[in-house]
């Protein structure tokens, strides 16, 4: 771990953070250099807390939703799968927890909504960052520092947020974190086309396969077919609550993609070669235009 640092302003002084996943563990790793940070932390899973409770620099470690709602926090950080992030607002509500609140959750209408309702100070948050495998184990700080970070006000709020959203920009800048605003609605119509999208894509191209070759098939794929699968070899309960919190946005471009797919097999069925050409060149050229990682 690098060594403790002290920035010039803190602007939360005490983190409690809510589920020690791969997010939240990467989070709460990249937070753990800064000295003057106090950093308590839930988690549901008896080995994740078993190990968690090893960490000297964690102040508090708890399996007890009730214990960690509790503590004198300045931030609630929110990394539990999205549903549960939205029953932890809705008890952070009954509650009237006198602390701001954010998240880390790939949807962010429901918990917006939710918070809204409880009577929050909130503001989500998404950090883009992810691998295909899951757990406190495989986190890391690294995951998280220097990422593209999403903030998602929504003016109903009113101006407590905008306090609040000011002072989560200043704490995910001290990561390198490159920030972005976006309303709860844009953001999730935007990731589930460039999210969700892409791994129930995944996940359909390794279920067509299995289908249609049986698990023996695995021993004639090589790069191509890993690299296109990859995110589909993700936990899939994190997926399902997601298409769950976004179904109407995430079903809209499942329409689109099936579109896209019925164009590519008229071509291919008429073997016209030019409208097949033209289609595949107008997709490569778009993918090239992503920059570089």
């Known amino acids: 771990m690098p060594k403790f640092k002290l920035p010039p302003r803190l602007p939360f002084r005490k983190l409690g953070l809510a589920g020690l996943g791969l997010i939240g563990g990467s989070i709460t790793k990249a937070f753990m250099p800064f000295g003057g940070l106090e950093i308590s932390v839930f988690d549901g899973d008896p080995e994740t ?84 495998v899951a757990g406190f184990k495989h986190s890391s700080g690294d995951l998280i520092r220097g990422c593209l970070f999403l903030l998602t006000p929504d003016p109903r709020f009113g101006p407590r947020q905008k ?14 974190c490159r920030i972005r605003l976006v309303s709860p609605a844009e953001h999730d119509r935007v990731y ?48 399902v609550e997601v298409a769950m919190e976004n179904s109407a946005n ?11 797919l019925t164009s590519l097999k008229e071509a291919i069925a008429q073997k016209n070669e030019p409208e097949l050409t033209k289609l595949l060149e107008e997709f490569s050229a778009f993918r090239r235009a992503l920059p570089p990682k």
């Open 49 to 132: 807390v078993r190990e968690a409770k090893r960490i000297k620099r964690l102040a508090r470690v708890t399996s007890d939703p009730e214990e960690f709602l509790s503590w004198p926090l300045d931030l609630a950080y929110l990394c539990l799968p999205v549903q549960r992030n939205v029953e932890m607002v809705q008890r952070m509500g009954r509650l009237n927890v006198p602390y701001p609140v954010t998240d880390s959750g790939s949807a962010k209408g429901p918990i917006t909504e939710a918070a809204l309702a409880a009577g929050l100070n909130f503001c989500g948050g998404h950090p883009i960052a992810g691998k295909e």
């Open 250 to 260: 995430l079903t809209d471009c499942l329409d689109s993609l099936i579109e896209v």
């Open 163 to 176: 306090e609040l959203l000011g002072r989560l920009k200043n704490f995910h800048e001290l990561l390198g």
């Open 192 to 239: 589930a086309l460039i999210s969700h999208l892409p791994y129930v894509t995944a996940s359909a191209l390794a279920g067509t396969a299995l289908r249609r070759g049986g698990p023996d098939i695995l021993s004639w794929a090589g790069t191509g077919f890993r690299d296109t699968t990859r995110v589909g070899a993700s936990p899939p309960l994190k997926w």
